[in-house]
């Protein structure tokens, strides 16, 4: 089995349902277990600022597809829920990054892994810090990242304590 792990967000609508339809949607393919899901955080839209807050979680997962079967699955259910992609860095409803998959390095033109953006987020490494918590695993980078950020990391608030996938998406794994 490969490990992965993603980030979720979204700005739009009803965010914590947005948030739980995606993993149960995740959670409905038979492919793919999760392993851990973090908290959820709110902060304010980094990139293109002009925008509502947005809520951040992260997930683990046990998948035997491959990062690019598994990026087509993320994209499926961005477009499941609606996504529209008005335009770059704009607001969205769902938006699922895959950020690590396998401890591998992974470069083609739909896919680069580890996300190369990750380290420079507060909003994905908070949450991200939290699973590796959870899960007694250490991913590297993610905690001399979070140092290197610490004065953005006061940006991300502790929104909602989610302490399980069972709790987050009842009767549904
Ligand atoms: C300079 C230039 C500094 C660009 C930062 C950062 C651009 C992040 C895009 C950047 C830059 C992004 C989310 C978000 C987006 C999210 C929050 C992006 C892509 N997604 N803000 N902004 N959460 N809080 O999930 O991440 S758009
Ligand atoms: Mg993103
Ligand atoms: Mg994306």
Known sequence: MMQAYLSIGTNIGEREQNL????????AQDEIAIT??????????VGYTEQDDFLNIAVALETKLDALE????????END???IREFRWGPRII???????NNEKYETES???????????AFVLV???????????MLEGVLEALQALD???????????IATVEEFVPFES
């Not at 896919?111 to 987020?121: A, D, G, S, T, V």
């Open 20 to 27: 739980r339809d995606a993993v149960s949607m995740l959670l």
């Open 95 to 101: 938006d699922l990054d895959i950020l690590l998959y």
């Open 151 to 161: 004065i953005e990391k006061e940006g991300v608030k502790l929104w909602k304590k």
């Open 111 to 121: 896919l680069i892994i580890p996300h190369p953006r990750m380290y420079e987020r």
């Open 36 to 45: 851990a899901i973090s908290s959820i955080y709110e902060t304010a839209a």
């Open 81 to 83: 829920l609606g996504r």
């Open 70 to 77: 598994l990026l087509a699955q993320c994209q499926k259910v």
């Open 127 to 137: 949450p991200l810090e939290e699973i590796m918590t959870q899960k007694y695993v």
